[in-house]
């Protein structure tokens, strides 16, 4: 590999990173702003900047890294569309970095109001009463959560998030610009997801996120909980929604090629 290939993997690595990053920047911001202050936010508003976020972070990181922002969308273009495998490691690497150092910025910009929090409603971190908090940086099962039928749901939803995803991109469909428009319609289709679907359901379409928000909250004072979702089991919660996100986004994605030729 030579020193031109180098520079632009390195180049293209910082904006996977902070493409990624700013997703989480935003929308995980909006929700700490909503749960930890007066300023109370509904699902239309919080799935609407989650949009926002994508749409944004594509525009910024599109023309240098082609902005898969995702490691399921960068496993999927290896597996399937003959990206290049040394690229691989380095762009999940720099995603799940790029969550991970924005996840950090968010919870210090809010440190002290959740401090404060903690103090009023006498939350005590690793307790299940914790998760309230940490969920606002990733998803938590629900009361009565049934792990397979999230698992199946997770997997569904990011079949359907692929297969639009690859059509919206599809180069045979020609309209006047279109191109321009594809990262709004991206962000539509986020947010789509997140209206109809994201109050019922633990939707985590992005590995990234989900992963380097466990890594951090296990580091300052969750600990195991973070990883299983509960103060009284072992069970690793997270490995659903991050194999369900990578599985459905790769089955969507061979469906959309198989059955398109694309």
Known sequence: MNIRSKKNIFQQCIFEFLGTGLIIFFGTGFLAASKLTNFYFNK????????????????????????????????????????????????????????????????????????????????????????????????????????????????????????????????????????????????????????SLGSQNNITLNPAHDLSARIFLSLIGWGKVAFTGSSNSYFPYFLIPIISSIFGINLGGWIYKKFTNN
């Open 44 to 195: 239309y508003e919080i799935s609407l900047i989650w949009g926002f976020a994508v749409s944004f972070s594509i525009y910024l990181s599109i023309s240098i890294s082609g902005a898969h922002l995702n490691p399921a969308i960068t496993i999927f273009f290896w597996l399937f569309y003959k990206f290049n495998k040394h690229k691989v490691f380095p762009y999940i690497i720099s995603q799940i970095s790029g969550a991970f150092f924005f996840i950090t910025l968010i919870y210090y910009i809010y440190y002290k109001i959740l401090i404060s929090f903690e103090k009023k409603y006498n939350i005590v971190r690793g307790t299940q009463e914790s998760l309230q908090l940490a969920s606002i940086f990733c998803v938590y099962p629900q009361k009565n959560c049934i792990f397979v039928r999230e698992f199946i749901i997770n997997t569904i939803i990011s079949i359907i998030f692929i297969i639009i995803l690859m059509k919206i991109n599809d180069k045979k469909i020609f309209f006047v610009i279109k191109s321009k428009f594809n990262p709004c319609l991206i962000g539509i289709l986020v947010m789509i997801i997140n209206i």
